[in-house]
């Protein structure tokens, strides 16, 4: 898991998220400050995890905590999840997911939750042999 020192792993990591959903103008373009980057990891609520090899980032996830009314528990959710396309069908991202259920019940959380676009036939695929698929529908509401 990165903590405040990694910020230099979360900008890698922010690379591949752009390079894996063809989104650099999001995560490349106008990344925020190394200041801004270390508090959000330094954050309770937020977990960033980055799979490695030959000290490369190849991958990883960031997700929140989001802690309950109703009960003392929380849920996470996966905001971002991607490996590299060449490091991809190796089981990084069931590593990636497995790590952040460690991180989960440490914390007391009972679910961790992710959407996927139904196009997405490889995360519909990762995330079926993972969990229950539900049928939700998502509304994207401005604050503006």
Do not use: N
């Not at 989104?23 to 980057?37: F, G, H, I, K, N």
């Amino acid at each position: 898991m990165l903590g405040p020192d990694d910020v230099a792993l979360m900008r890698e990591l922010l690379g591949r998220f752009a390079e894996a959903f063809g989104e650099p103008e999001t995560y490349c373009v106008a990344q925020p400050s190394s200041d801004y980057l270390a508090s959000l990891l330094a954050r309770e609520c937020f977990v960033g995890i980055a799979a490695l090899k030959g000290g490369i980032v190849v991958g990883g996830l960031a997700a929140y905590e989001l802690r309950k009314f109703e009960q003392a528990r929380s849920e996470f959710y996966i905001y971002d999840l991607a490996v590299s396309s060449e490091h991809r069908r190796q089981g990084i991202a069931t590593a990636l997911i497995c790590e952040l259920k460690l991180a989960a019940k440490c914390r007391g959380a009972w679910v961790i939750f992710v959407q996927a676009d139904l196009v997405d036939a490889p995360a519909v695929a990762l995330y079926t042999k993972l969990g229950a698929r539900e049928y939700v529908l998502q509304f994207d509401i401005p604050v503006d």
